[in-house]
Every structure is written in C-alpha cells, then in structure tokens.
C-alpha cells in the first residue's frame, strides 16, 4: 500500500469545480480540472489532496469526473480528503463536526463524489472541541476495517491535540497538515523566540513539529507558496525584497521563484511536504524542481530567505 509519507508534493484541489456556492458544475470547470490533474501529473505529482467542502463538494465531484474519464487513473494516485468542517447554512452556523455519525457520513459521501470505492488517507479537518475521542476511534476503526479508507490524519491540530486523540485511536495518525510557507513562518518562529519578550507573538503551539518528528508523523504544508507573494504578487516592501532574493536564488540555481519557496519548507529537516493549491497549469508545472530536485539551498540561504522575509534579524 502507498503510503502517503512517501510524498515529497501532493497537489491540493480546493482551486477546482467552479465557485465557492452551490451552483452546479459544468463542461469548463470538468476540463480545468483535467488540465490541472494533467499538469500535476506531469511534474511527477501523484498524490492529490481534496476536502469535503471545498467548492461545496464540487472540488471532488469534478474529480470524480476526470477519474471517470480515465479509468487507469486512479491505480497510479494517492486520493486524500477531509472531513470535520461544516459551513455556515448547513443546517446551522459554520462549524466544526467530528462526531462518528458525522465522520462516516462525510467519507461516503466523499467516495460517492470522488467515484471511488475508497480514501487511501482521511484527515480530521480542524479540532473539535466537542468531539468524543472514544466516539471518533470508533468511527475511524470501523471505516478502517472495511476497507473504506486506508491512512488516517489530521490538519491544524497541535502536539497535545494529537496526542490525546491517538490515545483513544486503534490506527495510527500519520499526518498534520499545517499552514507553513516563508510568509506563515511561525512554526519555524516558535522554536527560536523561546526565552524572548517576542515568544508570546506566535500563535504556533511550541513543540508541535518536533512531536511529529518523534511520532513519524508527516507533517504537510498547506498554503507553502503563499498566494504569490515571493512569486510575483507581492504585497508590500517586504515581499517585494524577499521575492528579489527569490529570484535570485532561482537564476543562481537555474530554477523557477516557486521551486525556491518550496525549497525552503522542504528544506527543513521535519522533511515537509507541500500541498500546492494553484489551478493554473502554468503555475503547477513551474514547481517541478520540488518534486525532480532535492532542495537545493545551502544553509546560508535558507537563513538569508528567513531574515529577509521576517524583516529582521533573529533574536
């Protein structure tokens, strides 16, 4: 079985099927879709992350399209969900949802839109503070056993987070996916401001990576090129020196900007797997040296990329 550790990339879907409403899909959101799974396929990319709520569900049902369209497909990827989210107007305000009854229902309904007969890694969304450890272990084991979904995570959670539910759990949890990129640095942040005035800046829970790191729990990255901010939609001065260094850095490396900021979170020794979200083939392909090429920036580097972006030198 694939294991979703082995990933250096995975390529997130929540960009595909459309607006973020209720409106059906249609032939040109099908074939974005397409050319996007197409690009990431390209690069090397096999594993593709979704959520039961991205676009509404239509981030996976037009998945569910492109697997349809190509029955060899789906033998040659890694599908990964999550499900713990609810949205403001589903039967209530937005909210968070990690009872059994919720989780089971979220993984059919996910293999009915994915097409497929099942979720090789299933993540828990967000913590739910009302959530029953014993109730989601049962639910968890159950879809296990039946050979409903193969792997199992969470996203966003902190160290004691997960340790408290893995307690109750019969199968092993083997990702958090977190917000990490050179703009979202905290959980780098964290580890150094200790024993600083600054320490109580970061809302990064301190010791979170390195529990993972212990627990070989891979850790993924959502967000890692930051929305274009080091890449050509920078937002402010410091953006635009960092995105400067960026370049440099890629033309000194003969390499693209985007590779270099990937570079940099896969670059930690946590060894952190990003999940690009674009939905532009071009923006997809140009990422290509973080699956073909081990990160290739010195020490030096790695640090100038993290000063410059902070805007600061480190305490």
């Not at 599908?79 to 305000?93: H, N, S």
């Not at 959670?157 to 408290?164: C, E, L, R």
């Not at 939905?279 to 073909?292: E, G, L, S, T």
């Not at 990160?295 to 640090?303: D, F, I, K, V």
Request: hydrophobic share 45%; charged share 25%.
């Amino acid at each position: 079985m694939a294991d979703i550790r082995d990933h250096r990339l995975l390529y997130g879907c929540m960009g595909l099927g459309g607006d973020w409403n209720t409106e059906p899909y249609g032939a040109r959101e099908v074939a974005a879709a397409e050319a996007a799974v197409e690009a990431a396929l390209e690069i090397g990319v096999t594993a593709f992350d979704h959520a039961d709520i991205y676009r509404h569900g239509k981030s996976e049902a037009v998945f569910g399209e492109v697997l349809a369209r190509a029955p060899d497909l789906r033998s040659r990827i890694l599908l990964q969900t999550k499900c713990g989210i609810r949205l403001d107007g589903d039967a209530g305000p937005g909210r968070y949802d990690l009872r059994g009854t919720h989780i089971v229902r979220s993984v059919e309904e996910s293999l009915a839109r994915l097409r497929t007969d099942v979720i090789d890694v299933l993540l828990l969304h967000r913590p739910d503070p009302l959530a029953d450890p014993e109730d989601v272990a049962e639910a968890l084991g159950s879809l296990h056993r039946q050979g409903l979904v193969r792997q199992f995570g969470v996203s966003n959670m902190a160290a004691a987070q997960i340790a408290h539910l893995q307690a109750a759990l019969e199968v092993p949890l083997v990702v958090d996916q977190l917000e990490m990129s050179l703009a979202r640095r905290d959980w780098v942040e964290a580890g150094v401001l200790v024993n600083t005035a600054a320490s109580t800046a970061t809302g990064f829970p301190l010791g979170t990576v390195e529990y993972c790191r212990a627990n070989r729990i891979g850790l993924q990255a959502w967000g890692p090129l930051a929305g274009g901010r080091f890449t050509g939609a920078a937002r402010t001065p410091g953006d635009r020196a960092t995105a400067d260094l960026v370049a440099a850095l890629a033309e000194r490396r003969g390499t693209t900007p985007e590779a270099v900021v990937l570079w940099w979170v896969q670059r930690h020794p946590a060894g952190v797997a990003p999940v690009i979200g674009t939905a532009r083939p071009d923006r997809i392909r140009a990422c290509r040296d973080a699956v073909a090429r081990e990160p290739e920036l010195t020490r030096e580097e790695w640090y100038e990329l993290w000063v410059t972006a902070r805007g600061e030198p480190l305490p």
